[in-house]
């Protein structure tokens, strides 16, 4: 297969703090740290995402999601490798089976983007990924499993996959006769919006299988023309698109962002679904909301937006049998 725009984009994306810095025209000062913390977790931010940083501005809410800084190598009470408990819920072939009726595919730990606040700064995708021994062994459990309706790609980022695997991947899920919808959970169409062209939307749609994407914007900047005019083709195709954000200290917490986020996605047909409190990853405490803020934000959206764009406020705790909703309607502390 030749390389599509979208991978030239990809192989082209800035790795080095240095090249971050002058391009954005930072403060030199801020290269030491985030050299440092680059050693943890490596930088990489996609040229179209870095069109819609502010420069000059250290405080940008998008910078802050992709610049490594030093208190990322804080350790924090709490703060852990695996904060969902995703290595002991792994089952053969990197499927994940957690929720009935849906299970989830570690298709890839390549990403085009790699955030800060990231579960997957510690993952042990060699081992994990379904890709590496090819997709029989998550085919087989799902094909063994009739209570199993939906197949959820994720990863990493399974759109970082090329479209020949992905076609034959969706092939082989829509001949499982219990399977109706097939899910995408990516930040492609946000970061990296050409990858939404014309050979994903073949096998995105081209099944019997119901497409459902879920994207990942954490804050309205992040949803420029070059995203909408992605998410445009993707509702153009059927493709039912939904929201995840993680709640971000410095990105996103704050009802105007908030609110300006969920108008902004409305906008674009996407639904609001989930804004997620951080997982406890080890070198992102700098990133958590507490649940009071959590829950005082979430009564001040509340009181301004229609509620079909509010998101429901969850955690992921491991063993649950669904991401849990945190209750935000009462003052008292939770
Ligand atoms: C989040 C998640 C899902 C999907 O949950 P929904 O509530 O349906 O969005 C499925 N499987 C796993 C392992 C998950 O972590
Ligand atoms: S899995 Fe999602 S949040 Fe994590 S680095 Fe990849 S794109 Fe970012």
Same mark, same amino acid.
């Given at each position: 297969?030749?390389?599509?725009?979208?991978?030239?984009?990809?192989?082209?994306?800035?790795?080095?703090?240095?090249?971050?810095?002058?391009?954005?025209?930072?403060?030199?000062?801020?290269?030491?740290? #985030?050299?440092?913390?680059?050693?943890?977790?490596?930088?990489?931010?996609?040229? #179209?995402?870095?069109?819609?940083?502010?420069?000059?501005?250290?405080?940008?809410?998008?910078?802050?999601? !992709?610049?490594? !800084? /030093?208190?990322?190598?804080?350790?924090?009470?709490?703060?852990?490798?695996?904060?969902?408990? /995703?290595?002991?819920?792994?089952?053969?072939?990197? !499927?994940?089976?957690?929720?009935?009726?849906?299970?989830?595919?570690?298709?890839?730990?390549?990403?085009?983007?790699?955030?800060?606040?990231?579960?997957?700064?510690?993952?042990?995708?060699?081992?994990?990924?379904?890709?590496?021994?090819?997709?029989?062994?998550?085919?087989?459990?799902?094909? #063994?499993?009739?209570?199993?309706?939906?197949?959820?790609?994720?990863?990493?980022?399974?759109?970082?996959?090329? /479209?020949?695997?992905?076609?034959?991947?969706?092939?082989? %899920?829509?001949?499982?006769?219990?399977?109706?919808?097939?899910?995408?959970?990516?930040?492609?169409?946000? !970061?990296?919006?050409?990858?939404?062209?014309?050979?994903?939307?073949?096998?995105?749609?081209?099944?019997?299988?119901?497409?459902?994407?879920?994207?990942?914007?954490?804050?309205?900047?992040?949803?420029?023309?070059?995203?909408?005019?992605?998410?445009?083709?993707?509702?153009?195709?059927?493709?039912?698109?939904?929201?995840?954000?993680?709640?971000?200290?410095?990105?996103?917490?704050?009802?105007?962002?908030?609110?300006?986020?969920?108008?902004?996605?409305?906008?674009?047909?996407?639904?609001?679904?989930? %804004?997620? %409190? %951080?997982?406890?990853?080890?070198?992102?405490?700098?990133?958590?909301?507490?649940?009071?803020?959590?829950? &005082?934000?979430?009564?001040?959206?509340?009181?301004?937006?229609?509620?079909?764009?509010?998101?429901?406020?969850?955690?992921?705790?491991?063993?649950?049998?669904?991401?849990?909703?945190?209750?935000?309607?009462?003052? &008292?502390?939770?």
């Amino acid at each position: 297969m030749s390389t599509a725009p979208w991978q030239r984009e990809w192989q082209n994306a800035i790795r080095h703090p240095a090249s971050l810095l002058k391009r954005l025209g930072l403060d030199a000062s801020l290269l030491e740290p #985030a050299t440092r913390a680059d050693r943890l977790f490596e930088l990489r931010v996609p040229e #179209a995402y870095l069109q819609r940083i502010e420069p000059g501005n250290r405080h940008d809410p998008l910078l802050r999601q !992709v610049l490594p !800084v /030093d208190a990322e190598s804080a350790d924090s009470a709490g703060f852990g490798d695996d904060p969902v408990g /995703d290595h002991a819920s792994l089952a053969n072939g990197g !499927v994940i089976h957690k929720y009935r009726g849906r299970a989830l595919l570690i298709t890839t730990g390549a990403c085009a983007i790699n955030c800060r606040y990231c579960f997957r700064r510690h993952f042990p995708y060699a081992d994990a990924n379904a890709s590496s021994g090819q997709w029989a062994g998550a085919i087989d459990y799902l094909r #063994a499993d009739p209570s199993i309706s939906e197949a959820i790609l994720s990863g990493g980022d399974p759109l970082s996959l090329n /479209d020949r695997r992905l076609g034959a991947l969706s092939e082989a %899920l829509a001949s499982i006769p219990h399977l109706r919808r097939l899910r995408v959970h990516s930040r492609m169409p946000v !970061v990296l919006p050409s990858r939404i062209d014309g050979a994903l939307l073949e096998w995105l749609t081209g099944t019997r299988l119901t497409p459902v994407m879920v994207i990942h914007a954490n804050h309205p900047n992040e949803l420029d023309g070059r995203v909408a005019d992605a998410l445009q083709r993707l509702t153009a195709r059927g493709v039912r698109l939904y929201n995840q954000a993680v709640l971000l200290r410095g990105v996103n917490d704050d009802a105007a962002t908030l609110e300006a986020l969920g108008e902004r996605l409305f906008e674009l047909g996407v639904q609001p679904y989930y %804004l997620h %409190l %951080l997982d406890r990853v080890r070198g992102a405490a700098h990133f958590e909301v507490d649940d009071a803020t959590a829950a &005082a934000l979430m009564r001040a959206l509340a009181a301004v937006t229609p509620g079909y764009m509010l998101p429901r406020l969850v955690r992921e705790v491991a063993g649950e049998p669904w991401k849990v909703p945190i209750d935000w309607t009462r003052h &008292a502390p939770m």
